[in-house]
């Protein structure tokens, strides 16, 4: 008998035992507790890359010449460009402690100056690309793109990604984007023409795709702007106008606003919850246009844009403040001031209050809420509207 | 990258467009009541939009006009029971749509329109989204809100006394109808007045 029952045993693994989840009861408190003990410790301290075992910095430079295609740089030039000034007040430097971290001979040379050149050389061939692209449009705003594609933020974020964090030599740590940033310039400084080019045509040009011009760039009066240049361009007039709206006198109105050129041309058009808004969206629209900034813009990368002459645009396009008249605000929006939240909840609830409000009074929810929701902390019976009739179902 | 960009100005009212609710209008003369609730319900519940989701509140406001003279196919005015039931004593009731119709010109397109929504939670917020008005005259709030026009769901075609009688007389005739015959649809025979039945043995007075 019992061998019969044996053999109609489909599996061995049948006794709950083997269940790889179940814990046995003291063991579940006792694993929830060690867990809640890490929560309460918090987040282990960050630790440097380079007090592991493994670190060796000279390694880590060759690797990093050849990851940024410049391995024909000596090891001293690398050190000095990614040497803070800072770095000489470390501790186990001033102590002068063997094999100071992160490594190599601590050395006297630092990257201040090296910094500054690398700054203008990144400059040149960004604008130089700049300009190959945005031919139409004006200096002011290769400048504005300019000083936004080389700020710390920018940089540091490069920074991070080719793995410089690990190798500057500074005081701090965690590295500063100030420092991530400056260690990147200074690579800039110690490159040659070519490599600076590759440089910025391999890691800061991507970023422009991230870009919207229109932030980089706020003018503060663009409708002004926009008519000046279409009039030097023979369009003698200008004017918005409102293609669609809807929900005007709603919570949430949407306006859809045109620029239109002599009456008849499209040359820019946007949305915005108010007519204000939608007009200042559209003339910057129309601006974008004007100067070829579109979405269907294709932007050179890589080898496309190596094999550009980019020394041919060397000199500054036409200023912004020469082509529009004494009078127009060519200024960049004044960020010192607060600007109101554009969400202008009290507009609106004044909008309903005003005009729906005196119109159609309150609405009858609460009368009708037999209709609506039976959600009532009341929960009075409705049985007096218990027989149907025309007059109590419609 | 370590660092994220903030809502550009584009982004935002490129949003906004996204999400804004459209205000439709649509004319509900000589509409077929079922397929006008069927498409308007549609448009309530936000289904015509890419965005759409069960659980995303994105439906247009609409606004019906012409209420009263919304059609219902062939008898249906008088054969389109409304069944209502409470569930109480007394509270069961089958009206039909005509004596409705009689009393509020707006509620048979607001039945039909909340039949076609479904039977889902969601549905007394989305009606709540409808406009209804009888006529043609609508409040200047909502005149102005609105931003779109649907198409109606059937054409409109003219109604017998609509046609002028230089139209009726230009029209060609096949048949030519003798003097005394009579045609009915012109104006209606007037009422014989109820049938007295004589008292038995009692002459005309």
């Given amino acids: 008998m019992f061998r019969h029952v044996a053999q109609n045993l489909g599996s061995r693994n049948t006794s709950i035992q083997s269940y790889r989840l179940l814990r046995t009861r003291w063991e579940r408190g006792y694993l929830k507790d060690l867990y809640h003990r890490r929560q309460i410790l918090g987040a282990d301290p960050a630790i440097s890359r380079s007090s592991y075992p493994n670190w060796d910095y000279d390694s880590e430079l060759y690797a990093f010449g050849h990851r940024i295609g410049a391995p024909e740089i000596s090891e001293d030039q690398y050190i000095k460009a990614l040497t803070n000034e800072s770095f000489f007040q470390r501790a186990d430097v001033e102590e002068n402690v063997e094999s100071a971290q992160p490594g190599a001979e601590v050395g006297t040379e630092h990257n201040a100056e090296l910094v500054k050149r690398g700054e203008q050389n990144l400059s040149i061939w960004l604008k130089r690309y700049l300009r190959f692209h945005l031919a139409k449009a004006p200096e002011e705003l290769i400048e504005a793109i300019d000083s936004h594609l080389l700020d710390d933020e920018c940089l540091a974020g490069i920074a991070s990604h080719l793995g410089i964090d690990h190798l500057v030599r500074t005081k701090e740590f965690p590295i500063s984007q100030e420092s991530s940033a400056d260690a990147f310039r200074a690579l800039a400084g110690v490159f040659s023409d070519e490599k600076v080019k590759n440089l910025v045509i391999d890691f800061i040009v991507p970023q422009l795709v991230d870009i919207d011009f229109a932030d980089i760039y706020p003018l503060a009066d663009p409708l002004a702007v926009v008519t000046d240049l279409l009039k030097s361009n023979g369009v003698t007039e200008i004017e918005p106008r409102v293609l669609r709206s809807a929900g005007e006198n709603s919570a949430e109105p949407i306006y859809v606003v045109a620029i239109y050129a002599d009456k008849l041309k499209n040359v820019g058009q946007s949305a915005g919850e108010s007519l204000a808004i939608a007009v200042d969206m559209a003339a910057r629209e129309a601006l974008l246009r004007l100067w070829d900034i579109t979405s269907e813009k294709v932007l050179f990368f890589g080898d496309r844009a190596a094999n550009v002459p980019l020394e041919r645009y060397s000199q500054p396009n036409f200023s912004l403040s020469q082509k529009c008249s004494p009078g127009t605000n060519t200024n960049i929006i004044d960020h010192s001031q607060p600007v109101e939240s554009p969400d202008n909840l009290i507009e609106a609830v004044l909008r309903y209050r005003n005009v729906v409000d005196a119109e159609v009074g309150k609405s009858y929810t609460k009368r009708l809420r037999h209709k609506f929701s039976r959600g009532s902390l009341a929960k009075r019976s409705f049985r007096y509207l218990v027989k149907p009739k025309p007059y109590t179902v419609a | ?205």
């Fill in chain 2, 1 to 205: 990258m370590s660092y994220r960009r903030a809502v550009s100005r584009f982004d935002r009212v490129n949003q906004w467009l996204q999400f804004s609710r459209q205000w439709h209008v649509i004319d509900a003369n000589q509409q077929d009541a079922e397929l006008l609730g069927d498409k308007v319900a549609r448009y309530l519940a936000g289904k015509h939009k890419p965005i759409f989701h069960p659980e995303t509140d994105c439906g247009d406001h609409v606004v019906v006009t012409n209420c009263k003279d919304i059609a219902m196919h062939a008898f249906d005015w008088k054969h389109t029971i409304y069944k209502f039931n409470m569930e109480y004593p007394k509270s069961k009731a089958d009206i039909p749509a005509w004596q409705i119709h009689d009393y509020d010109q707006c509620r048979i397109a607001f039945l039909s329109v909340y039949r076609s929504l479904g039977n889902n939670l969601l549905r007394r917020r989305h009606i709540q989204r409808l406009h209804l008005f009888p006529d043609e005259e609508m409040a200047e709030f909502v005149r102005k809100n609105i931003g779109s026009q649907l198409r109606q769901v059937q054409g409109v075609v003219k109604r017998s006394d609509e046609y002028t009688a230089e139209e009726r007389a230009n029209f060609p005739r096949v048949v030519k109808f003798a003097d005394k015959h009579v045609v009915d649809w012109e104006k209606s025979i007037p009422n014989p007045g109820r049938h007295v039945k004589p008292v038995p043995g009692q002459k005309d007075k």
